[in-house]
Nanobody
Framework: QVQLVESGGGLVQACGSLRLSCVASVTIFSINAMAWYRQAPGKQRELVARITSGRSTNYADSVKGRFTISRDNAKNTVYLQMNSLKPEDTAVYYC?????????WGQGTQVTVSS
């Protein structure tokens, strides 16, 4: 059973920072691309950032220059460092990976940015 467990969300003021973590319960973590998505109320889930096994990264235009995705394969953990947070970053953030074309999701962690 694949499990992804996120942590690190919370309430922060605009311009503040948070770091999200996602621990994966799979030993093939090191060969999987990992991603962070988010879903705001009334909106579709959107890709925030993605990192491949080779540590290539891509970001949504809205977070470029503010968010950084990274991974620690020894700890089966992917991180999302979020700086210069804006109220429009408020959402539930989900960790994601695909294994043999099957998507897996964490339970999500709430990030709320106050103005």
């Amino acid at each position: 059973q694949v499990q992804l467990v996120e942590s690190g969300g919370g309430l922060v003021q605009a311009c503040g920072s948070l770091r999200l973590s996602c621990v994966a319960s799979v030993t093939i973590f090191s060969i999987n691309a990992m991603a962070w998505y988010r879903q705001a109320p009334g909106k579709q889930r959107e890709l925030v950032a993605r990192i491949t096994s080779g540590r290539s990264t891509n970001y949504a235009d809205s977070v470029k220059g503010r968010f950084t995705i990274s991974r620690d394969n020894a700890k089966n953990t992917v991180y999302l460092q979020m700086n210069s947070l804006k109220p429009e970053d408020t959402a539930v953030y989900y960790c994601n990976t695909n294994i043999f074309a099957v998507p897996y999701w964490g339970q999500g962690t709430q990030v709320t940015v106050s103005s």
